[in-house]
C-alpha cells in the first residue's frame, strides 16, 4: 500500500487549540457509571415494555437482550470513532441527552408500533425489541469511549484508566441490573421508570454539557422544549395495562350484554372470565373441564384443593361456594394480579380460601404427604409456560401431596403440532397410572390449538363418567373427554421432561397472530 493511501485512511487529528483535557476522576467515573446502568435499566424494562403485544418467552428474552448487546456494540465503536475525531467535551452531554429523549420517546414509539405487528412472529420480536432498546443505548454506549478518550493524558497508565472505567461501567450494569429487578419494577409502572429515567439523563446530559464546554441560553431553551415535548409524548402514550403487575400486564374487559362478566387478561391472552354476581357461573370451557374432573372425588363432600396459580380464582373460588367444608390453598406468584382480582373481580378470600404469594412449585414442596384431594395446576400462558411447573419431578410431587384416589388436574394451551402439549401428557402418563384429556375434537385430532386439560390420577379414571360430568356443566356440548387409550396415541412418543431437560420454549407452538 503507498504512504499516500495510508495517510488518506489515517484519521482526522483533533482540531487545532482544543486539546484533551481530562475532568476529575470521579467525574469520569459517574458518567460512565451512570450511563452503563441505564443501558442496563433499559434493557430489562424493555421485556416488559413488549410483553402486552408478543408475550414474554425465551425468544422474546433472547431478542431483547441480543438487541440490547448490538446497541452496547454498535454504541461503543461508534463512540470511539467519534473520540478520535472531535474532542469528547464537546459531545458527552449531547449523547446523554439525546440518550434521554429517545428514552423518552421509547414508549409511545413501542405502544404505537406494537399494536400494528402484534404477534409472535420473529419479525414481530425483533422489531419491537429494536425500538424498545437499540437507539437509546447505542446512544448511551457512546459515553464510555468518550470519557475513556478524555482520561488518557497519562500514556503510562493507559491500562489502568481503561480497566478502572471498564469495571466501573460493568458495576453500574450490574447495579441497574438488581435495582430494576427486585425494586424498580415492584414498585413503579414502566411509564414511570422510563419517565424518570428519560428526565434524568436529559437533565444530566444538559448540565454535563453546559459545564465541559458551555452553551448559549438558546440551545438550553431549544433543548428544554424538546425535553418537555417527548415528555408529553410519554405522558400520552397509550396505556394497554390496567394494571401493571411484576409479572404481568393486566387488563379486565368487560362484556357487552352481560353487565356481570369481567375477561381478565394478561399479555393479550385471555386467561380468566368471571362472573362478578354468581362465581358459579362457570364460562370457560377448561374451567368447566376441571370443576367436573373435581366432581370425580367424594362428589358433593368435603375436598381439600392445592391450587398452583390462581389469576381470576374463578376454580378456587367455585371450590369454596361449593364445596364448603373444604380448604383451598392458592399459590400464585403474582400478587398484582390477586389484588386486581380483590379489586376488579370480587374475589374475597377466607379462612378455607387463602392465597399465599409465592412459587407453585415451591408451595407444593411444602404441603405434607396425603394431605390435598385435589392439586389443580393453572400457571400456563399462551406463549411460554414456566418450565420447571412442567416436568416429571414437580408432577411427582402433586402425586406425594395428593391423598389416595386423589385427582390431579393441569390446564395447558398448544398449538398444532401441540409438541410442548404432547410432552406434557408424556411426562403425566410417566408419573401417574391413569390419564386422561378434556378438550375439543379438533384440538385433540391435531387439526387446531387451544386448550387441553390432563385429568391423572393413581386410582383408575372412568372416561364415561368425566364426560358426562363435563357434558352437564358444557353448554355447546362439544368437550369431548379421551380415553386412555387415545391419550396414549395423543402423547405417541413425545419426549419427557424433567428438571435437567424442559425445552417448553422450543416446543410449544404459538401462532403468529394470537388473540
Known sequence: MSSATQEETKPPPPAEGAPVVPIPSLAAALLVFVASGAVLILENIAVR???????????????????????????TWIGGRVADRVPPRAVIGWMLMLGGVTTLLVL???????NVVKGTSPVAVITLAALAVIVPAALLSTVTPLVVKLQLHDLYRTGSTVGRLSSLGTLGGILATFVTGFVLVASLRTSVILLVLGILLAVGGLVCQVLLRGRSLKAVAAFTVLGV??????????????????????????????????????????????????????HMGYVQAVVAASDLVNPGGRLDGFH???????VPTYLERTR???????????????QLAKDRLAFKESDRLRVVTGDGRQGLQKQPTDSRDLVVEDAFGSHSPPWHLTTAELIRHAQRVLKPGGVYTLNMIDFPPADFARSEVATLRSVFKHVLIVS????????EGGNVVAVASDRPLSASELQRRVADRDPSKKLKVAGEQRTARYAGDAQVLTDDYAPVDQLITVPLQYW
Do not use: F, W
Request: one cysteine or more; proline letters at 7%.
Open 440 to 447: 375439543y375434537d379438533t384440538i385433540l385430532d391435531g387439526k
Open 108 to 114: 409511545p414509539v413501542v405502544r404505537a408500533v406494537g
Open 308 to 314: 398452583i396459580g390462581g389469576g381470576g380464582m374463578t
Open 229 to 282: 415535548l417527548t415528555t408529553g409524548l410519554t405522558l400520552g402514550a397509550p396505556q394497554p395495562c390496567d394494571a401493571e403487575t411484576t409479572y404481568a400486564c393486566a387488563k379486565i374487559e368487560s362484556v357487552p350484554g352481560d353487565p356481570s362478566l369481567r375477561i381478565l387478561k394478561t399479555s393479550n391472552a385471555e386467561i380468566s372470565h368471571v362472573d362478578v354476581k354468581d362465581p358459579t357461573n362457570l
Open 324 to 338: 364448603p367444608d373444604g380448604d383451598q390453598l392458592v399459590y400464585e406468584i403474582d400478587g398484582g394480579l390477586t
Open 49 to 75: 415494555l413488549v410483553a402486552p403485544y408478543i408475550g414474554i418467552n425465551l425468544q422474546v428474552n433472547s431478542a431483547v437482550i441480543g438487541t440490547a448487546l448490538a446497541s452496547i456494540a454498535l454504541g
